[in-house]
């Protein structure tokens, strides 16, 4: 049975160690963590959000054959506000959060995927850690999505629960976990979308964790052995705009999204969409 674990979140894990293979050929020259949204590479949002959400260290899980995402954060990050896990072998995200089990210790935290970014007034992670304040288990930022995308993503089967004081529509008691469920087969429009607040006993779970077909160890498939054992997970539908950028068209679409938006490219990329 899983500790409960007390306590505000202090630090974040940016797993950042992937190959960008549904990136090929260009995320062999450049990881995708670097790529740009607009003016800024993906990666120094997901820092912005987390630094903004009153978090104090970024453990960073990095891929020791490639430097120049640690020549980055070396360049641009105070050196007391980061540290590295290194990830030898690409054997997926549970594995990767894995690196950093000696780091963490004792306490709740936070883990925000090196692909995804959420436009909000109140940052993401700040949004979910006020419910891990109030329920002390873990939580999972929750997203809903048109029917023909479901098959795309990890979707919870939940049901909403009212915590007084918080507006209980957006709280979930997560039920199942589906990774990328049959089209017509998903349990719900709720999709999870890369944030996390999670507690120390996951890492003992995802040890017991089978590897999938591709040898990977798979955080949702760990999530999942909690819910059967019958303990509690959370879900919390974010306020904000998910900005996804783990493959091409969904990169595009974040891309134009934020450029559109832009006070100073905005109205020129408009004038410039007109002419096609």
Not at 107 to 114: T, Y
Not at 132 to 138: A, V
Not at 144 to 159: N, Q
Not at 184 to 189: H, R
Request: proline letters at 7%.
């Amino acid at each position: 049975m899983m500790k409960n674990v007390r306590g505000k979140v202090k630090k974040a894990i940016i797993p950042m160690a992937g190959m960008g293979t549904r990136f090929l050929p260009f995320s062999k020259i450049l990881p995708k963590e670097l790529w740009p949204l607009v003016d800024k590479p993906i990666i120094q949002y997901i820092i912005e959000e987390i630094k903004a959400s009153g978090i104090k260290e970024i453990i960073f899980i990095k891929n020791p054959r490639r430097k120049i995402s640690s020549d980055y954060l070396e360049k641009f990050l105070e050196k007391s506000f980061f540290s590295y896990a290194t990830q030898n072998e690409q054997l997926g995200d549970g594995h990767a959060i894995l690196q950093a089990e000696k780091m963490i210790k004792d306490e709740p935290f936070a883990v925000s995927m090196a692909d995804d970014v959420v436009e909000s007034k109140t940052p993401c992670l700040l949004q979910m850690m006020k419910v891990y304040e109030k329920l002390q288990k873990p939580i999972l930022a929750l997203y809903k999505l048109p029917k023909e995308k479901l098959s795309s993503y990890g979707i919870v089967g939940a049901e909403p629960i009212i915590i007084p004081g918080m507006e209980s529509s957006k709280i979930y008691r997560i039920k199942k976990i589906v990774e990328k469920p049959a089209i017509g087969e998903a349990p719900s429009d709720l999709a999870i979308g890369g944030k996390y607040i999670l507690t120390p006993g996951i890492f003992s779970r995802l040890k017991k964790t089978e590897k999938n077909k591709k040898g990977e160890i798979i955080l949702a498939e760990a999530l999942q052995k909690i819910i059967e054992d019958g303990e509690e997970i959370y879900g919390y539908q974010v306020e904000g705009k998910w900005l996804e950028c783990g493959n091409k068209p969904a990169y595009m679409e974040s891309n134009l999204y934020l450029s559109l938006k832009h006070p100073e490219f905005g109205p020129k990329l408009r004038k410039a969409i007109k002419k096609f």
